[in-house]
């Protein structure tokens, strides 16, 4: 599975550019003072400006929600203001992918458009609509012996995020960050550096126009690779780092950070086709699971059909119009309509995370069947059922694990803005603090409040 992975070239070599780290390997010396020299600078620069993100955390845990509000719409405004210089900054970022091959998925999600930077104004002004999850009382009662007791939310402190050819991240991780009241550093790669340089200015001088600290939001794009080992080492500087991206990215700073991480986005998704479904909306939302923005994390990756469906030649027919290249097993090419082509399916397929219009596809003969396709390939990020058998659906939702779950809806619903968050940190795979689309309360943590009246303990 992991060769299978790692197969997806593009993806990873733009993955591992934001990440910036290596697999742990010996150290070895530096080739001489001027390195280690330049190494210690670079060491000194992160650690300042997460210094810097520290003291910027504190005045953003007591500003309350009406200033954090403010603080939103003004980077909204100034994200209007600022459209064609963001764009310009844009297109060198998208030329540069292109002359350096970069795949038609992965540009895509590099590209910002005006009604893109639209959808990013919307989604902060609907951040600042949502009520603060800082005060928050998440349960309280009053023990026999009269002490009164709170847990509540609080902000995480300083959240670092490492993510690539993402621009819309950026804004979507600093809105978050600051109506949580957090402080947040960026590594946003090199693929989109120009675009984050600008949306980072732009942040910084909203912040500070209502008279919210410009270093709530800081970028170490500036130190390369260098500066994200950095980060991911910079343990009681930075409460928590989040990585979002694919395979390589996340997998490199899980196994090569010091600083507490959540593990998001690598999304290897199912759909599974049942006996019963319609074809119609078999058709429709296959369509748009796999073909909307195929190089996303919520997009289908694995079909799963029912030996006893009737939907196959359908389904496959509007695939193929749409330029899906199916990799199908031996069952599902021979029943595949005349002139549909395909290719044979083996195990890489199905541990791939194709993130373009791949699509493998797979027949089952029953729902245990499918189960344990999903159980041995899943990466735990969103699975589908397509049935008119509540029966099924009550079944799939039970015993498959993974962060989201979806009856009869496309896949592409797993997504903070779509499910009511205003925005998204990332769709955490894992299970500890956050699973699913980390909106809000995700980038907080807990404070217990104990008061009392002069009692001790017996």
Not at 251 to 262: E, F, G
Request: proline residues 3%; contains cysteine.
């Amino acid at each position: 599975m992991t060769e299978a992975l790692i197969s997806n070239s593009a993806e990873n070599s733009v993955d591992a550019a934001a990440a910036g780290a290596q697999p742990v390997t010996p150290a070895a010396a530096p080739e001489s003072a001027g390195a280690a020299a330049a190494e210690a600078d670079i060491q000194a620069g992160v650690h300042a400006i997460a210094d810097r993100s520290r003291h910027a955390a504190r005045r953003m845990a007591m500003a309350n929600r009406a200033w954090k509000d403010r603080a939103l719409r003004a980077v909204g405004k100034a994200l209007q203001e600022n459209t064609q210089a963001i764009l310009a900054a844009n297109a060198q970022d998208v030329a540069a992918g292109r002359a350096n091959g970069t795949s038609t998925a992965l540009l895509d999600r590099l590209t910002l458009t005006e009604a893109r930077i639209a959808g990013l104004v919307a989604a902060l002004e609907n951040l600042a609509s949502l009520p603060d999850p800082v005060g928050n009382v998440v349960r309280g009662q009053t023990l026999p012996n009269g002490l009164r007791l709170r847990q509540v939310n609080v902000p995480m402190g300083v959240v670092a995020a490492i993510y690539e050819a993402r621009p819309n991240v950026t804004v979507d991780i600093a809105g978050l960050a600051l109506k949580s009241g957090n402080a947040v550093i960026l590594r946003g790669g090199s693929a989109a550096e120009n675009t984050n340089a600008v949306l980072v200015r732009v942040l910084r001088e909203a912040l500070e126009s209502v008279g919210l600290p410009a270093d709530a939001v800081q970028t170490v794009d500036q130190y390369g690779r260098a500066g994200a080992n950095v980060l991911m080492r910079a343990r009681g500087r930075v409460d928590v780092l989040i990585p979002r991206g694919g395979r390589d990215l996340i997998q490199t700073v899980v196994n090569n950070s010091a600083v507490p991480v959540i593990e998001t986005g690598e999304g290897n998704v199912h759909i599974f086709i049942d006996e019963s479904a319609g074809e119609e909306m078999a058709v429709e939302i296959l369509l748009n699971a796999k073909t909307q923005r195929p190089g996303v994390c919520n997009t289908v990756e694995t079909l799963l059909v029912h030996s006893g469906s009737t939907v196959l030649p359908a389904v496959a027919t509007a695939l193929a119009k749409a330029g899906v290249r199916l990799h199908a097993d031996e069952r599902i090419r021979a029943a595949l309509p005349a002139g549909i082509e395909s290719e044979p399916a083996t195990d890489k397929d199905w541990g791939t995370e194709y993130m373009d219009l791949d699509l493998a596809v797979a027949m089952v003969d029953s729902l245990d069947e499918a189960v344990k396709h999903i159980r041995t390939w899943s990466t735990g990020h969103t699975e589908a059922i397509l049935t008119n058998n509540l029966s099924n659906a009550e079944r799939f939702i039970t015993e498959v694990d993974s962060a989201a779950v979806i009856v009869n809806a496309s896949t592409r619903f797993t997504d903070g803005g779509e499910l009511g968050l205003g925005a998204e940190v990332g769709i955490s795979t894992q299970k500890l603090h956050a699973r699913g689309p980390m909106g809000l309360t995700e980038l907080t943590t807990t404070k217990w409040i104990v008061q009392g009246e002069g009692q001790v303990r017996a």
